[in-house]
T-cell receptor, first 112, second 112 residues
Framework: TQLLEQSPQFLSIQEGENLTVYCNSSSVFSSLQWYRQEPGEGPVLLVTVVTGGEVKKLKRLTFQFGDARKDSSLHITAAQPGDTGLYLC????????????FGKGTLLTVNP | DTEVTQTPKHLVMGMTNKKSLKCEQHMGHRAMYWYKQKAKKPPELMFV???????INESVPSRFSPECPNSSLLNLHLHALQPEDSALYLCATRTGEYTEAFFGQGTRLTVV
């Protein structure tokens, strides 16, 4: 069974602070994705990382994929209230055809 | 067209009712998924269809019955549900095993 350990599960910060969310596994994944979900809506893809050691930036968000393709992190700089939501990491191609393995999620609240 | 459309958006049903959830995509994606999600939790995989054939059933109770009439449509037939089945039901599509998922907005199901 492939598991993705995501931490922290809950995070409440003030506007302007920085934060990092971690996603770790003992399995190797072909790709790892990060999604953001707002209440009552479906998850929306933020980024896909494929290459070990890869770093991708999306405005104030920085995503890293570990060299061994087993872990990833999401760093948000100067968080804003609009960043509030459930952040999910998901691993693909870890040996189970068509399964997309989700971490437990990080519920982020950014207070004004 | 990068949309996955789910209907209805909200559904309230009694424990003796029969209802169906619908999902439609026109992206030509060959894999289609049903997920169940409880509040503040990650999506839980229920079923996967690839090339219109059921490829994964995550030991889902028989009161949930999936159907894939064609490559654009995915249904979830519901019968004799329990109140604990109340959740957000998400449909997702993917082009292949290693790619990202595109989610619909979900159906908020309440069983009374």
């Amino acid at each position: 069974t492939q598991l993705l350990e995501q931490s922290p599960q809950f995070l409440s910060i003030q506007e302007g602070e920085n934060l990092t969310v971690y996603c770790n596994s003992s399995s190797v994944f072909s790709s790892l994705q990060w999604y953001r979900q707002e209440p009552g809506e479906g998850p929306v893809l933020l980024v896909t990382v494929v290459t070990g050691g890869e770093v991708k930036k999306l405005k104030r968000l920085t995503f890293q994929f570990g060299d061994a393709r087993k872990d990833s992190s999401l760093h948000i700089t100067a968080a804003q209230p609009g960043d509030t939501g459930l952040y999910l990491c998901a691993g693909a191609g870890g040996g189970s055809n068509y399964k997309l393995t989700f971490g437990k999620g990080t519920l982020l609240t950014v207070n004004p | 067209d990068t949309e996955v459309t789910q209907t209805p958006k909200h559904l309230v049903m009694g424990m003796t009712n029969k209802k169906s959830l619908k999902c439609e995509q026109h992206m030509g994606h060959r894999a289609m998924y049903w997920y169940k999600q409880k509040a503040k939790k990650p999506p839980e995989l229920m079923f996967v269809y690839s090339y219109e054939k059921l490829s994964i059933n995550e030991s889902v109770p028989s009161r949930f019955s999936p159907e894939c009439p064609n490559s654009s449509l995915l249904n979830l037939h519901l019968h004799a549900l329990q109140p604990e089945d109340s959740a957000l039901y998400l449909c997702a599509t993917r082009t292949g095993e290693y790619t990202e998922a595109f989610f619909g907005q979900g159906t908020r199901l309440t069983v009374v």
